[in-house]
């Protein structure tokens, strides 16, 4: 298989991916995923700010310990100098000397701790306010999206888009089409059947020779009278009713008719 083929897959299969990522987020859940590790983050930082304040205790409570040490040592120094023993005051002053260069290194570790307690703080002050800024802001958006998810529900249920009620717009389309389509076989049937082109099986809708005179007289004679009646308000008069009208007129006709075929003789030739 190609390099071509082997792109062209995976970025479909990518595209697929991304595109059911997409159906499947909820803005409202990633917006409270985010605001929950921010809370963590900003707990780690408090653990901090924490951690490098007991560490400064620790350093300040040494501090003060050797600092009173070290004034010990200074009033045992001056007492053994006032009782006339030089060397007991020599070596109370050594080890003060001794003890005041480690009061020196703690010092300069408790200004470092210090300056790194502040500065966590600040950082962990600026992290809260951040946090506070993003929760209004997930809230105020949570509560945007919920009103236009539900406007968006009922416009798409109004106009009949939705996934739910385009299934049953669909349903309903199928009916009427099927019904319809029935409809027009039944009338298809029915036609033939009048015409003759197909037996009707049960029998009951057939008819004999004299029935069919007899449906095509009366027909005749409803156009009959459909037509005597157009003559009569053409002409102004009253059209006679019912059959009357058509065997007064049927004489009439016949013996026009007669006098049409009877033969004219000429006596003069």
Not at 41 to 49: P, Y
Request: no cysteine; glycine share 6%; charged share 30%.
């Amino acid at each position: 298989m190609s390099d071509g083929i082997m792109k062209r897959m995976g970025l479909i299969f990518r595209s697929k991916a991304n595109k059911a990522l997409d159906r499947a987020e909820d803005p409202r859940e990633t917006l409270d995923y985010s605001y929950q590790k921010q809370l963590e983050l900003l707990q780690k930082v408090r653990r901090g700010v924490a951690d490098v304040a007991t560490s400064r205790k620790r350093l300040e409570l040494q501090l003060t310990q050797l600092q009173q040490q070290s004034s010990k040592y200074e009033d045992q120094g001056r007492k053994a100098l006032s009782l006339g023993r030089e060397d007991l005051a020599r070596e109370a002053l050594t080890r003060k000397a001794s003890m005041q260069s480690q009061i020196n290194d703690l010092q300069v570790q408790y200004q470092q701790l210090q300056a790194e307690e502040e500065k966590l703080t600040l950082a962990s002050q600026r992290l809260q306010a951040k946090v506070d800024a993003f929760r209004t802001k997930k809230e105020t958006i949570k509560a945007t999206y919920t009103a236009a998810q539900a406007q968006t529900r009922i416009a798409e249920s109004f106009s009949g888009i939705s996934e739910e009620m385009g299934d049953v717009g669909l349903a309903i389309q199928r009916a009427e089409d099927k019904t319809a389509q029935m409809q027009a076989r039944a009338g298809a049937i029915d036609e033939l059947l009048a015409s003759g082109a197909l037996d009707d099986a049960s029998g009951l809708g057939r008819k004999d020779d004299i029935e069919a005179e007899l449906e095509r007289v009366a027909g005749g004679s409803d156009v009959e009278l459909e037509l005597a009646r157009m003559k009569a308000e053409l002409t102004g008069g009253s059209p006679a009713s019912g059959p009357q009208a058509i065997e007064q007129g049927r004489p009439q006709d016949a013996a026009q008719q007669q006098q049409q075929d009877t033969p004219r003789i000429n006596y003069n030739k």
